[in-house]
Protein backbone atom coordinates (compact mmCIF):
# COMPACT_ATOMS: atom_id res chain seq x y z
CA UNK A 1 0.00 0.00 0.00
CA UNK A 2 1.90 3.45 -1.41
CA UNK A 3 0.08 5.65 0.76
CA UNK A 4 1.49 3.58 4.05
CA UNK A 5 5.06 5.21 3.02
CA UNK A 6 3.21 8.91 4.12
CA UNK A 7 3.44 7.76 7.36
CA UNK A 8 7.00 7.67 7.76
CA UNK A 9 7.58 10.87 6.28
CA UNK A 10 5.70 11.98 9.79
CA UNK A 11 7.40 9.48 11.87
CA UNK A 12 11.19 11.01 10.11
CA UNK A 13 9.62 14.42 11.61
CA UNK A 14 8.62 13.40 14.54
CA UNK A 15 11.90 11.71 15.68
CA UNK A 16 14.46 14.63 14.52
CA UNK A 17 13.63 16.28 17.77
CA UNK A 18 15.42 13.05 19.27
CA UNK A 19 19.19 14.01 18.49
CA UNK A 20 18.42 17.61 18.64
CA UNK A 21 18.00 16.33 22.65
CA UNK A 22 20.39 13.73 23.06
CA UNK A 23 23.42 15.33 21.15
CA UNK A 24 25.54 17.73 23.50
CA UNK A 25 28.47 19.65 22.69
CA UNK A 26 31.11 21.10 25.07
CA UNK A 27 32.02 24.18 24.89
CA UNK A 28 35.45 25.30 23.52
CA UNK A 29 36.54 26.79 26.63
CA UNK A 30 35.38 24.36 28.83
CA UNK A 31 38.52 21.86 27.61
CA UNK A 32 40.66 24.94 28.61
CA UNK A 33 39.19 25.37 31.98
CA UNK A 34 38.60 22.34 34.64
CA UNK A 35 36.00 24.48 36.47
CA UNK A 36 34.00 25.98 33.59
CA UNK A 37 31.01 22.66 33.78
CA UNK A 38 27.84 22.44 31.60
CA UNK A 39 26.18 24.02 34.77
CA UNK A 40 27.92 27.35 34.27
CA UNK A 41 27.39 27.24 30.88
CA UNK A 42 23.55 27.71 31.22
CA UNK A 43 21.44 30.59 30.27
CA UNK A 44 22.28 33.39 33.19
CA UNK A 45 19.52 34.87 34.70
CA UNK A 46 19.67 37.76 32.94
CA UNK A 47 19.76 37.06 29.39
CA UNK A 48 16.22 37.06 28.12
CA UNK A 49 13.90 36.55 24.98
CA UNK A 50 12.83 39.54 22.98
CA UNK A 51 10.07 40.21 20.45
CA UNK A 52 12.24 41.35 18.02
CA UNK A 53 14.24 40.35 14.49
CA UNK A 54 16.50 37.79 16.25
CA UNK A 55 13.77 35.89 17.87
CA UNK A 56 12.16 35.91 14.54
CA UNK A 57 15.17 34.57 12.65
CA UNK A 58 16.26 31.90 16.04
CA UNK A 59 12.36 30.54 15.60
CA UNK A 60 13.06 29.80 11.83
CA UNK A 61 16.73 28.54 12.74
CA UNK A 62 15.48 26.29 15.57
CA UNK A 63 12.87 24.86 13.38
CA UNK A 64 15.32 23.86 10.49
CA UNK A 65 18.02 22.74 13.06
CA UNK A 66 15.10 20.06 14.34
CA UNK A 67 14.40 18.95 10.85
CA UNK A 68 17.81 18.64 9.99
CA UNK A 69 18.55 15.99 13.27
CA UNK A 70 18.65 12.75 11.19
CA UNK A 71 20.76 13.39 9.12
CA UNK A 72 23.51 13.47 11.93
CA UNK A 73 22.00 10.34 13.65
CA UNK A 74 24.10 8.44 15.74
CA UNK A 75 23.25 4.45 17.29
CA UNK A 76 21.60 5.50 19.77
CA UNK A 77 19.02 7.78 17.96
CA UNK A 78 18.38 4.84 15.77
CA UNK A 79 17.51 2.73 18.58
CA UNK A 80 14.98 5.74 19.71
CA UNK A 81 13.52 6.28 16.49
CA UNK A 82 12.77 2.30 15.88
CA UNK A 83 11.48 2.32 20.03
CA UNK A 84 9.05 4.86 18.34
CA UNK A 85 8.55 3.61 15.00
CA UNK A 86 7.75 -0.34 17.39
CA UNK A 87 5.66 1.48 19.88
CA UNK A 88 3.39 3.52 16.25
CA UNK A 89 2.93 -0.01 14.62
CA UNK A 90 1.92 -1.93 17.95
CA UNK A 91 -0.43 0.52 18.77
CA UNK A 92 -2.17 0.46 15.07
CA UNK A 93 -2.36 -3.26 15.40
CA UNK A 94 -4.07 -2.84 18.54
CA UNK A 95 -6.04 0.54 17.30
CA UNK A 96 -9.30 -0.86 16.81
CA UNK A 97 -10.00 -2.51 19.51
CA UNK A 98 -8.58 0.20 21.90
CA UNK A 99 -11.48 2.88 20.46
CA UNK A 100 -13.86 -0.32 20.95
CA UNK A 101 -13.15 0.14 24.49
CA UNK A 102 -14.08 3.93 24.63
CA UNK A 103 -16.86 3.49 22.80
CA UNK A 104 -18.20 1.00 25.29
CA UNK A 105 -17.14 3.44 28.11
CA UNK A 106 -18.37 7.00 27.20
CA UNK A 107 -21.76 9.11 28.19
CA UNK A 108 -20.26 8.81 32.04
CA UNK A 109 -20.85 12.30 33.07
CA UNK A 110 -18.24 12.45 35.63
CA UNK A 111 -15.61 11.31 33.09
CA UNK A 112 -17.02 13.49 30.06
CA UNK A 113 -16.99 16.47 31.98
CA UNK A 114 -12.83 16.11 32.81
CA UNK A 115 -12.35 14.73 29.16
CA UNK A 116 -13.82 17.73 27.99
CA UNK A 117 -11.92 20.24 30.31
CA UNK A 118 -8.45 18.55 29.78
CA UNK A 119 -8.92 18.67 26.05
CA UNK A 120 -8.49 22.62 26.34
CA UNK A 121 -5.25 22.26 27.10
CA UNK A 122 -4.22 20.92 23.73
CA UNK A 123 -7.01 23.50 22.19
CA UNK A 124 -7.20 27.72 22.22
CA UNK A 125 -6.54 27.49 25.67
CA UNK A 126 -3.66 25.80 24.98
CA UNK A 127 -2.42 27.77 21.87
CA UNK A 128 -2.86 30.99 24.08
CA UNK A 129 -0.94 30.00 27.40
CA UNK A 130 2.18 31.32 26.86
CA UNK A 131 1.48 34.22 24.74
CA UNK A 132 -0.50 35.23 27.65
CA UNK A 133 1.99 34.76 29.77
CA UNK A 134 4.34 36.72 27.70
CA UNK A 135 1.37 39.61 27.54
CA UNK A 136 1.34 39.24 31.78
CA UNK A 137 5.08 39.70 32.29
CA UNK A 138 5.03 42.85 29.39
CA UNK A 139 2.53 44.95 31.38
CA UNK A 140 4.23 43.66 34.80
CA UNK A 141 7.46 44.17 33.45
CA UNK A 142 8.98 40.67 34.88
CA UNK A 143 11.12 40.07 31.86
CA UNK A 144 12.02 36.33 32.97
CA UNK A 145 7.66 35.92 32.48
CA UNK A 146 8.53 37.27 28.98
CA UNK A 147 10.97 34.85 27.98
CA UNK A 148 9.39 32.10 29.51
CA UNK A 149 6.36 33.40 26.99
CA UNK A 150 8.02 33.67 23.93
CA UNK A 151 10.86 30.43 24.22
CA UNK A 152 7.34 28.28 25.14
CA UNK A 153 5.07 29.86 22.65
CA UNK A 154 7.60 29.09 20.15
CA UNK A 155 8.27 25.14 20.55
CA UNK A 156 4.09 24.84 20.81
CA UNK A 157 4.30 27.08 16.99
CA UNK A 158 6.91 24.71 15.94
CA UNK A 159 5.53 21.97 16.91
CA UNK A 160 1.73 22.82 15.33
CA UNK A 161 3.96 23.54 12.07
CA UNK A 162 5.72 20.11 11.85
CA UNK A 163 1.94 17.91 12.99
CA UNK A 164 0.27 20.25 10.48
CA UNK A 165 2.25 19.58 7.77
CA UNK A 166 2.14 16.12 8.56
CA UNK A 167 -1.38 15.69 9.15
CA UNK A 168 -2.13 16.79 5.70
CA UNK A 169 0.53 14.36 4.08
CA UNK A 170 -0.60 11.47 5.77
CA UNK A 171 -4.70 12.07 5.63
CA UNK A 172 -5.57 8.96 7.79
CA UNK A 173 -8.95 8.49 8.37
CA UNK A 174 -10.38 9.56 11.44
CA UNK A 175 -11.91 6.68 13.77
CA UNK A 176 -15.38 8.76 13.64
CA UNK A 177 -15.43 8.65 9.66
CA UNK A 178 -13.94 5.17 9.62
CA UNK A 179 -13.52 2.05 11.50
CA UNK A 180 -10.51 1.13 10.00
CA UNK A 181 -7.37 2.49 11.04
CA UNK A 182 -5.23 1.46 8.04
CA UNK A 183 -7.60 4.09 5.84
CA UNK A 184 -5.78 6.60 3.80
CA UNK A 185 -6.23 9.05 1.90
CA UNK A 186 -3.69 10.59 -1.10
CA UNK A 187 -1.55 13.71 0.63
CA UNK A 188 -3.65 16.77 0.66
CA UNK A 189 -6.85 15.53 0.30
CA UNK A 190 -10.45 14.52 2.50
CA UNK A 191 -10.53 17.12 4.89
CA UNK A 192 -11.86 14.97 7.54
CA UNK A 193 -9.06 12.59 6.97
CA UNK A 194 -6.50 14.06 9.33
CA UNK A 195 -5.80 12.19 12.03
CA UNK A 196 -2.25 11.10 12.49
CA UNK A 197 -1.13 12.83 14.55
CA UNK A 198 -3.48 14.22 17.40
CA UNK A 199 -2.52 17.94 16.97
CA UNK A 200 -4.41 18.51 20.61
CA UNK A 201 -2.29 16.17 22.16
CA UNK A 202 1.38 17.47 20.12
CA UNK A 203 0.19 20.76 21.47
CA UNK A 204 -0.08 19.62 25.20
CA UNK A 205 2.99 17.99 25.47
CA UNK A 206 4.82 20.89 23.76
CA UNK A 207 3.52 22.96 26.14
CA UNK A 208 4.23 20.37 29.41
CA UNK A 209 8.10 19.95 27.82
CA UNK A 210 8.14 23.76 27.59
CA UNK A 211 7.01 23.53 31.20
CA UNK A 212 9.67 21.10 32.55
CA UNK A 213 12.54 23.19 30.77
CA UNK A 214 11.51 26.24 32.18
CA UNK A 215 11.41 25.12 35.82
CA UNK A 216 13.57 22.30 36.14
CA UNK A 217 13.95 22.85 40.26
CA UNK A 218 10.12 22.90 41.06
CA UNK A 219 9.59 19.14 40.86
CA UNK A 220 6.08 19.37 41.07
CA UNK A 221 5.51 20.69 37.44
CA UNK A 222 6.84 18.03 35.31
CA UNK A 223 4.65 15.38 36.78
CA UNK A 224 1.59 17.50 36.49
CA UNK A 225 1.87 18.84 33.56
CA UNK A 226 2.80 15.47 31.90
CA UNK A 227 0.27 14.11 33.72
CA UNK A 228 -2.57 16.59 32.30
CA UNK A 229 -0.87 16.33 28.93
CA UNK A 230 -1.71 12.53 28.96
CA UNK A 231 -5.06 12.91 30.18
CA UNK A 232 -5.48 15.39 27.14
CA UNK A 233 -4.40 12.86 24.53
CA UNK A 234 -6.30 10.49 26.42
CA UNK A 235 -9.52 12.26 25.88
CA UNK A 236 -9.31 12.39 21.78
CA UNK A 237 -9.48 8.75 21.97
CA UNK A 238 -13.13 9.02 24.13
CA UNK A 239 -14.16 11.49 22.17
CA UNK A 240 -13.75 9.00 19.19
CA UNK A 241 -11.27 11.99 17.38
CA UNK A 242 -7.93 10.11 17.37
CA UNK A 243 -6.63 6.34 17.12
CA UNK A 244 -4.78 5.15 20.06
CA UNK A 245 -1.08 5.48 17.78
CA UNK A 246 -2.11 8.92 16.78
CA UNK A 247 -2.22 9.96 20.23
CA UNK A 248 1.12 8.15 20.36
CA UNK A 249 3.13 9.99 17.96
CA UNK A 250 1.74 13.54 18.66
CA UNK A 251 2.96 12.92 22.31
CA UNK A 252 6.46 11.70 20.93
CA UNK A 253 5.99 15.02 18.51
CA UNK A 254 5.16 17.60 21.21
CA UNK A 255 7.97 16.18 23.74
CA UNK A 256 10.52 15.70 21.55
CA UNK A 257 10.54 18.74 19.34
CA UNK A 258 10.16 21.08 22.52
CA UNK A 259 13.67 19.28 23.58
CA UNK A 260 15.30 20.29 20.59
CA UNK A 261 13.93 23.62 20.38
CA UNK A 262 15.38 24.16 24.18
CA UNK A 263 18.29 22.62 23.08
CA UNK A 264 18.94 24.54 20.41
CA UNK A 265 18.81 27.42 22.73
CA UNK A 266 20.72 26.99 25.42
CA UNK A 267 23.24 25.88 22.51
CA UNK A 268 22.98 28.81 21.14
CA UNK A 269 23.91 31.37 24.29
CA UNK A 270 26.93 29.01 24.84
CA UNK A 271 28.42 29.72 21.31
CA UNK A 272 27.85 33.39 21.51
CA UNK A 273 28.66 34.21 24.57
CA UNK A 274 32.03 35.31 25.85
CA UNK A 275 34.10 34.62 29.21
Excluded at 100 to 123: E, I, P
Excluded at 134 to 159: D, E, P, T
Excluded at 244 to 261: P, R
Aim: net charge positive; hydrophobic share 40%.
Amino acid sequence: MPRIYHLYISLYLTISGITAYGQTEMHPQASENPYLTTDTLSEPNDEYEKLNKDFIVNGIQDFTYTLSRPAHWKQKDWLKFSAVIGGTGALMLADKEIRHFFLHNQNQSTVTAVANGVKQMGDVYGLCAFPAVYVVGLASGNKKMQSIGLRGSKAVVISSTIFTLSKNIIRRGRPDVTDNPFDFAPPFSKVRYKSFPSGHTTIAFAIATSLAEEFPDKKWIAPVAYTLASMTGISRLYHNRHWASDVFIGAALGHFVTKAVYHHHRKRHRLVRTY
